[in-house]
Each structure stands twice: as structure tokens, then as C-alpha cells.
């Protein structure tokens, strides 16, 4: 059948050289490159769903009174939005499952893809020429939390809303422009008019996935084009790729991935509850409830916000800074930066601007490595702190006491991890150097203290 398909190709298109060069296509061999196929095959799942969702959901402030299947919500005045949804949940036939899988691929499509960039800064992957890679992974995971963000906001429930008027003060901060930033955006002071559940709409289902799908596609293109880059081991160079080719093997293993992932992530979608909005109710600026956190991709940002003193910039009677500029804004932008900034960083630091096709073991650049999970360290903190408020109440511990805890953890963990994991990674090469004749697959060439490139600390 596949010779047909090519043979029908090429009498029409004269297209057979191209396809076999695709078929032919060599993929390595390594499981941490199939991290960056699960982001894709949830990014898949997230649009077969969200489809499903839009034919049923109504995008709409209009209040009525529910009357629909769920009865203890009998009789209470929402939105069309909240009631559409409880609808989705309970009413439509598998809506409950498709909901609930579609939130559950969105929460591994962004584990998916911090993974995939923790790989990829560990092992060099970001060095020229695959800088340009490097650089649209973190702009997809910027895309991918703010998409998630909108998401879990349109339902209207009482934790969206408490998440969107963070959101809004976050807005308002903004130095100078920030009170035009927040009710422009809002459709006035919040919760904002009608036009702003419709902005959130197109946003959520046209603008960033489109974004999303275009950088994945130009991933792939940049990946085909460069090809792919390896471990070093027995038979690979700057110059080869060792692995399977695409066609039969490494399709089928594809394949059988993709259905893996999906067969998950409904499973999940069906048999473990998230984001029961019917608990929270819908949403009134009056009201607030204890108990309920944002998805995890947030806990960071929600982290960096308590864990901010109280301080504010004021000059000449306006204040300049509020502050949830600083963990609402600063915060995430000084973390982005840096990654944006971290291939040029390590270029400038060994003088290094040659091409690697070969990849770096974390322990063959040990300072590297102790600088990623240095920041990994200082990231976690912040994200702890973000569930302060239910480990004081599940273990008891006061509050305040763990928000002072936090800011002299910020502070002292990351030294303290950088240094020991560098003696690991230095560790790691002494004993390598036992039998030097024969290096470990996946060791550098220079066991030094750095990879080639990296000077020996």
C-alpha cells in the first residue's frame, strides 16, 4: 500500500526523492527524546478535545438560573459560561470524560515540555546550532501556561474567578500603563464586561493554539533540517546519526507512543477527578473558598506573589511599583529571560561557538549542571511556597513561619545544591578516570571538568 501511495505520488507530484529522503530520516535511540513527543501528542489530545468542548460551551456573563442536572445548584443564579460547563459535565454524553482528560493533558503537556527543556539544558542541546530550538521550546512553554491559565478561566467557578482577579491586580501593576493594561484588557474594572470572557475565548481556542502549532512546526522543520543531535558512544560523530529510521521502525514505536499518551490521559480523564467546578460554585466577587489550588504550572507564580514583602515604589504621590509587580511580573520575566539568555551565557563563558551535534552526560560539564539545578532549586522554593496555605493546615505549620522560612531558603539552597552537585558531577569523572582507555558512553572527550568547549573548573 505504501509503495502505491508513493508510486501515485510521484506520477502527479515527482515528490519520490523527497518522500524516501523523509522515510529514511534517522532518529537516535535515546528515551529522553521521547519527551518532546509526548508534549506533541498531548498538544494533539488538547485539540481533539477542545474541539468537543467548543460545540458545547457558551462563552457568555449572561446570568440565568440553573435548572439543570446537577441538584444541589438547583434554583442558584450564574453564567452561561458556569452553566454550560456544569452542563458539559453532566448533562452532554462523555462531556465529563472529555472535559476532564482535556484539563488532565493540558497539566502533562506542560510537565512535558519542562522536561524536555531540563534535557535539553542539561545536555547542551541549546549550543549552536540548535540555540534557534532552544529559544521557541521556552517561548512554547510561555504560550503553553498563559493557554492554560486562560483555559481553566473561562468556566466562571469561583477558583477561576479568584485566579482572574490576581491575574487583574498582576495587570495593574504594570509600571505607567498598568491602569489602562488591566481595564482594557477586562472591558473595565474587574470582573470586566461581557467582552471580556469573549476576548479569553478567542484567545483559548484560535490565537495561542494556532501560535503553538505554528512553533511546533517550525521545531520539527529546524530538527529535519539540522538533524537530529545524539549521545556520544561507539560509532557517533559530529558528522552521523546512530538510531532507527523513520520508516518502519521508529514510526511504529511513534505510533504506539501516541496511542500510549492518549490512552492515558483518558484513563486519567476518567477515572481521577480535576477541577470539580460544581464544588466551588460560581463565581461572586464577594466570595472566596480555602482548599482550592490553581493547576501546578501556576504554584510558582502564585509562590513568588507571597513570597514578596510588602514593599511598593512611590514617587511624587503615585506609586510606581505596586507590589504585585515584583512576583507577578519581575519574577516570571527575570526566569524567562535567563533561559532566552542561557545559550549566549555559556557561549560567553568558554569562548565556544563552534558547531556540536553531540551531546554533553550532565557530569561531563559539572558546572553547568550545578548552575541548571541551582535555578531548578530556586524555582522549586518559589513553587512550594505556592501551597503554603494547605501545608499549613495538613501539617500544621504556621503560615508566616513558612513564608520566612522560604526567603532564607531562596537564598541559601541554590549555593548549597550548585556546589554539591558539581562535586557529583566531579566525582562522576574521577571515577571514569579508572580506566581511561576505555570512556563510558555518553563521557566527553575531555574529562577535565567540562565538556569540549567548557574549560575544567
Not at 460545540?55 to 452561561?80: D, I, K, N, Q, W
Amino acid at each position: 500500500m505504501i509503495k502505491r501511495g508513493v508510486g501515485f505520488l510521484e506520477s502527479r507530484l515527482g515528490s519520490s526523492g523527497l518522500v524516501k529522503k523523509t522515510l529514511d530520516y534517522v532518529f537516535p535511540d535515546h528515551w529522553s527524546f521521547l519527551l518532546g513527543e509526548i508534549a506533541l501528542y498531548c498538544f494533539l489530545v488538547l485539540v481533539a478535545t477542545g474541539i468537543y468542548l467548543t460545540l458545547f460551551f457558551e462563552p457568555s456573563y449572561a446570568h440565568v438560573v440553573y435548572h439543570g442536572e446537577y441538584v444541589p445548584l438547583r434554583g442558584t443564579e450564574m453564567t452561561e459560561a458556569f452553566r454550560s460547563t456544569l452542563d458539559l459535565s453532566y448533562r452532554w454524553k462523555a462531556g465529563l470524560l472529555i472535559r476532564q482528560t482535556h484539563h488532565w493533558a493540558a497539566n502533562v503537556f506542560i510537565a512535558s515540555i519542562v522536561l524536555h527543556l531540563f534535557r535539553i539544558f542539561l545536555t547542551g542541546a541549546f549550543r549552536k546550532p540548535r540555540d534557534i530550538n532552544a529559544w521557541i521550546g521556552v517561548t512554547m512553554l510561555a504560550l503553553a501556561v498563559v493557554e492554560g491559565y486562560a483555559g481553566y478561566s473561562l468556566p466562571d467557578d469561583l477558583l477561576s474567578g479568584m485566579g482572574l482577579a490576581i491575574g487583574y491586580s498582576v495587570a495593574l501593576s504594570v509600571p505607567v500603563i498598568g491602569a489602562w493594561l488591566g481595564t482594557g484588557i477586562w472591558g473595565g474594572q474587574f470582573p470586566g464586561g461581557e467582552v471580556f470572557i469573549d476576548r479569553l475565548f478567542i484567545v483559548h481556542v484560535l490565537i495561542i493554539p494556532v501560535a503553538i502549532g505554528g512553533l511546533i512546526a517550525v521545531h520539527l522543520a529546524v530538527i529535519m533540517r539540522q538533524k537530529h543531535s545524539q549521545f556520544r558512544g561507539p560509532g557517533r560523530t559530529e558528522r552521523n546519526v546512530v538510531g532507527l529510521r523513520l520508516w518502519p521502525a521508529y514510526a511504529f514505536r511513534s505510533i504506539g507512543l501516541m496511542l500510549a499518551v492518549t490512552g492515558v490521559l483518558f484513563l486519567l480523564g476518567g477515572l481521577i477527578q480535576i477541577n470539580p467546578i460544581w464544588q466551588w460554585g460560581p463565581f461572586e466577587p464577594y466570595r472566596a473558598t480555602n482548599g482550592a489550588q490553581p493547576d501546578w504550572y501556576l504554584g510558582w507564580l502564585l509562590g513568588a506573589l507571597r513570597l514578596m514583602p510588602g514593599w511598593e515604589l512611590h514617587a511624587g504621590g503615585y506609586t510606581v511599583l505596586p507590589n504585585p509587580f515584583f512576583g507577578g511580573l519581575l519574577f516570571p520575566l527575570a526566569c524567562f529571560s535567563l533561559l532566552y539568555l542561557w545559550p549566549w551565557l555559556e557561549r560567553r563563558r568558554t569562548g565556544d561557538d563552534t558547531r556540536h551535534d553531540l551531546l554533553d552526560a550532565p557530569s561531563d560539564a559539572p558546572r553547568r549542571t550545578g548552575a541548571i539545578c541551582a535555578f531548578a532549586s530556586l524555582v522549586g522554593v518559589v513553587f512550594l511556597t505556592g501551597s503554603a496555605d494547605r501545608i499549613a493546615v495538613q501539617i500544621h505549620v504556621s503560615y508566616v513561619t513558612q513564608i520566612w522560612i522560604m526567603r532564607v531558603l531562596l537564598f541559601v539552597l541554590p549555593p548549597i545544591v550548585y556546589l554539591v552537585v558539581k562535586a557529583m558531577c566531579l566525582e562522576l569523572q574521577e571515577r571514569r578516570r579508572v580506566e581511561p582507555g576505555e570512556p563510558e558512553p555518553g563521557a566527553a572527550a575531555a574529562l577535565g571538568g567540562g565538556s569540549p568547549g567548557e574549560p575544567s573548573p
